[in-house]
């Protein structure tokens, strides 16, 4: 129907779980000019509610008759929070991965905005030194020692840097005395230039790098995307910095994605000293009134380079001229829950909205990567040796098939050790496995201890104490006796990261020994402090899962033993052996940087194990080859692609109610894709709820796309919808 003169319909985002928007009245008077898609406005929902939500569109007409419509209250910006291309690659997305749209937009927005505050960016400023103060020697506030510090520190430094530090609470009382003696000023906030680091070191590319920078740099306008392939510290970052350079020069503007939040702080340093401009952070550590300036300044162009993490994708570009995703094969790049996007495969979609160039980079790329190397539909830009004098390390493998153990280690990993802590050199031990023991049994029955809500057995935590359940959380204190039999000896069986830490105490005795995982950097800041232990080389020995694999910079570690790769080789998981391969060269590459040659030892039962051999020759190519051939026997993704909807409840014919009804509905649609289940998810109970699945498959992403869409809205109405809880995910990384 259509609206009277004065009126226009509006079509608006709200963020709310359903798949469409809502229209809304909006009177002409309302907007100065008419309203652009991506104005936010205040608007009436349900019965007493006020919702914030975002213009999608104008029109005359609706299907609704229009007397029955709602007004929206009032405008709340005048420029769009998202520009055209962002809305549009929002939209994309919403659409390629059934997502809510209202979600999506809301998600991508820092929380301040979602609440429909004001964009205001704070007046910031900087501290600097009077004349006066200029010449002032500290000794004459002997007094006030803050004071004096603040003095000191002032005469000796500028710059970001010191501006950031200024901001600790510590320093507001000093500030403030010596602002009202004269001593200091403020002053406006000097960006770009003041950030550079006089101390850069320049280095000089190698012909590889000069290469992989040039043929970016050639075509910088177009949305070229490129895979940069080269072993762990072969250079790319510095190649990343070289192409950066250029487009900064050309006034644009550099989103780098990285896996993981402790990555940041090395990456920003290497940036500062070898690019004179403003460089932000996003990552979910920061406050939300740092986030929003990170995001306006990103939005208005202040900002030259953006540095993130996975939903760093969505921040407003005023310019961009290059996207970069380092580590590109990272499962963290796809979201897990709710919104299950791919924060690689949403910034290709970007770059190419944008008319920029992407890079993958990786030392260990992705199947999907590769394979979209082998179809043309990337470059590839190889980089063939580590820099300097670093070379590839050496690898063996320790059969330990009948071989007497030490706790986890085989005798032979055990000298090893000892020869590298007799020549003072580091030592990295990777144990995917936080806690004490996987498994704790009953000696006189055999009873394990699971956990309550889950089909999965407890972990014995030594230090806190208690039995846990990483699938959900669960805990409870041990017990004392079998609860089947009463048998009083509790065996704790296989080895976690806790538990090798106390064996490597009894072996190594003086050794400092630093366990990195997820329990022993709960606390903020702590990883941080760990790392720049390891760097200084105040520890000896390091345990680490896989979060001690990512692109870290060890210095002075010279052997990595990889205690555990049998649980890798088998797995229901279809990714299983590409990530076990990644994982290996990703924790061998730890080892050996800067001229030392590095070693690696692999404990297995299974030395004859094809990917165990292709280990031995530290071949990623060889591995890529063999994984994707059994990807294309098999017709599997990169060759295939994969949606999944998953279910799960307490009651499990609820959730068997809904797939099947799910299923018929995509029968009917007659769309020719291949549905396997119902089936039992691979941990069938979780947290007290039984999960199943319909995997859904196709050779033709485009005819996937077309059903997917009516699809998922139909699911929507199911009756039987709404007693579970469901979701989509398209290009799933993990079937379980
Ligand atoms: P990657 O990102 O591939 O792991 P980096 O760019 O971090 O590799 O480089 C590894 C180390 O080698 C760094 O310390 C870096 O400064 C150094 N480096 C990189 N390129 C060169 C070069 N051309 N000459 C000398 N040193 C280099
Ligand atoms: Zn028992
Ligand atoms: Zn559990």
């Excluded at 009126?7 to 652009?36: H, N, S, W």
């Excluded at 320093?171 to 960006?191: C, D, E, H």
Aim: aromatic share 6%; net charge positive.
């Amino acid at each position: 129907m259509r609206a009277s003169r004065n009126e226009l319909i509006l079509k608006i985002a709200l963020p709310v779980p359903l798949r469409r928007c809502f229209d809304y009245l909006g009177d002409e008077k309302l907007f100065a000019t008419p309203p652009r898609p991506g104005i936010r406005v205040k608007v009436p929902f349900g019965k007493s509610n006020t919702h914030t939500g975002i213009v999608l569109g104008v029109s005359r007409d609706s299907e609704l008759p229009v007397a029955k419509l709602k007004k929206i209250i009032t405008v709340i910006d005048q420029e769009p929070v998202f520009d055209a291309t962002l809305l549009q690659l929002l939209e994309w997305a919403s659409s390629y991965y059934q997502y809510p749209i209202g979600e999506v937009l809301f998600g991508a927005l820092p929380p301040p905005l979602r609440r429909g505050d004001p964009i205001k960016s704070k007046s910031e400023y900087a501290w600097e030194l009077t004349a006066t103060g200029r010449h002032m020697d500290s000794s004459g506030l002997k007094r006030a020692p803050g004071q004096a510090r603040l003095l000191n520190m002032l005469q000796s430094g500028s710059g970001e840097q010191l501006r950031v530090e200024l901001k600790n609470r510590q320093w507001r009382a000093p500030l403030q005395a010596l602002l009202n003696k004269g001593i200091v000023q403020k002053s406006a906030i000097v960006t770009a230039a003041s950030e550079h680091n006089s101390a850069a070191k320049n280095i000089a590319l190698n012909v590889d790098q000069i290469q992989a920078a040039a043929t970016v740099c050639e075509r910088m306008g177009e949305a070229k995307r490129y895979l940069l392939y080269g072993v762990t510290g072969s250079g790319k970052t510095e190649v990343y910095i070289e192409i950066i350079k250029k487009v900064i020069a050309a006034g644009r503007q550099a989103l780098i994605l990285v896996p993981e939040i402790g990555l940041t702080p090395q990456l920003i340093q290497r940036l500062r000293g070898s690019i004179s401009a403003h460089v932000v952070v996003l990552h979910s550590a920061l406050s939300a009134g740092e986030r929003l300036q990170a995001w306006i300044e990103a939005g208005n162009g202040t900002a030259a380079i953006i540095l993130g993490t996975r939903s760093a994708v969505w921040v407003p570009l005023q310019n961009p001229g290059v996207f970069i995703i380092d580590e590109e094969h990272d499962i963290s790049y796809k979201q897990q829950d709710s919104f299950r996007y791919s924060a690689r495969d949403v910034a290709i979609m970007r770059s190419k909205l944008s008319a920029a160039p992407i890079i993958l980079g990786s030392a260990t790329p992705s199947m999907e990567s590769i394979q979209n190397v082998h179809s043309e539909k990337f470059a590839s830009l190889t980089l063939t040796s580590r820099t300097g004098d670093a070379s590839h390390p050496a690898i063996s493998v320790i059969d330990m098939r009948g071989k007497r153990m030490f706790g986890a280690l085989s005798g032979e990993l055990v000298e090893a050790i000892a020869a590298e802590m007799h020549n003072k050199q580091q030592v990295l031990l990777f144990l995917n496995q936080r806690g004490f023991s996987p498994v704790i049994l009953c000696h006189a029955c055999g009873w394990m201890v699971k956990c309550p809500r889950c089909d999965t057995r407890m972990i014995y935590h030594k230090h806190l104490n208690t039995y846990s359940c990483h699938r959900c959380n669960s805990q409870s204190r041990p017990a004392n006796e079998c609860p089947d039999c009463g048998g009083r000896e509790l065996l704790p069986i296989g080895h976690g990261t806790e538990r090798l830490a106390e064996t490597l105490t009894e072996l190594f005795p003086s050794a400092r020994i630093l366990r990195i995982d997820r329990d022993s950097t709960r606390r903020k800041g702590s990883m941080q402090q760990m790392l720049e232990q390891i760097t200084a080389g105040d520890a000896d020995i390091l345990i680490g899962t896989q979060m001690l694999a990512k692109g870290h910079h060890f210095p002075k570690l010279k052997l990595v033993g990889i205690v555990d790769s049998d649980r890798g080789l088998f797995s229901t998981d279809f990714r299983a052996g590409e990530r076990l391969a990644q994982l290996f060269i990703q924790v061998s590459g730890r080892a050996g940087r800067e001229n030392l040659r590095g070693n690696v030892i692999i404990q297995t039962h299974y030395p004859h194990h094809p990917l165990i051999l292709s280990m031995i020759d530290y071949d990623y190519q060889e591995f890529a080859k063999i994984i994707l051939r059994e990807r294309q026997e098999t017709n599997l993704p990169p060759y295939s692609y994969l949606t999944l909807l998953r279910a799960e409840d307490y009651h499990s014919p609820a959730v068997e109610r809904f797939l099947t009804e799910a299923k018929n509905n995509l029968n009917l649609m007659n769309a020719n894709l291949e549905i396997f289940g119902p089936m039992p998810a691979i941990v069938e109970k979780q947290a007290g709820r039984f999960r199943y699945q319909l995997l859904i498959q196709s050779n033709d992403r485009n005819l996937m796309q077309r059903t997917l869409e009516p699809w998922s809205k139909s699911l929507e109405n199911l009756k039987s919808a709404k007693n579970v809880r469901w979701s989509i995910d398209v290009d799933p990384q993990e079937l379980v």
